[in-house]
């Protein structure tokens, strides 16, 4: 029977042991950097997500006052409708004020036209009438009357002159 060595005589061993050492060296210079790596990851990664909820925050911001700024804009869109329709109103009601002002000087005018010459033909008319008169009564006086009786009428006229002018 053969005699078996002590494990620690054995070139396995003192591999595993080498290895082992090895290990434990190579470990914790290995794990610091391995953790500081991470610790470096998480860091970066904490930063991205406050920028995120930072950018977040803004977009919701920009959001709002753009939907403030579309309210507004259609409210002031609505005012100005409102102001050009009410606008509208007026001048309409406006100009039909002014036309029928108009049409009513008009008419005033037309008025006083036809009454000028209602007036006008009237004074023609009587006139004329008053032609037709005189121009009988010198046929009547120059014809039928007496000339005794021709100079009494041509006295009295000439009496009642100053009468009649003043």
């Keep these: 029977m053969e005699h078996a060595e002590p494990f620690w005589q054995s070139a396995e061993f003192w591999i595993l042991v080498a290895f082992v050492i090895f290990v434990a060296i190579a470990a914790k210079p290995a794990w610091r950097a391995i953790t500081t790596m991470l610790d470096e990851r998480a860091r970066t990664i904490r930063n991205d997500l406050k ?7 803004e977009a919701q911001k920009m959001l709002a006052e753009a939907q403030r700024n579309q309210r507004d804009s259609v409210n002031h869109a609505k005012e100005i409708i409102e102001t050009a329709r009410s606008q509208t109103e007026r001048l ?14 008009r008419m005033r005018h037309a008025h006083e036209r036809i ?3 209602e007036a006008l033909a009237l004074a023609e008319v009587r006139a004329t009438a008053a032609e037709v008169a005189i121009e009988t009564a010198r046929h009547v006086i120059r014809e039928h009357l007496p000339e005794e009786r021709k100079r009494a009428l041509i006295a009295r006229a000439i009496e009642e002159v100053p009468a009649r002018l003043g």
């Design 51 to 57: 920028e995120a909820e930072r950018l977040r925050e």
């Design 92 to 105: 309409t009601r406006e100009a039909g004020e002014q036309l029928e002002a108009a049409l009513d000087r």
């Design 115 to 117: 009454a000028q010459a």
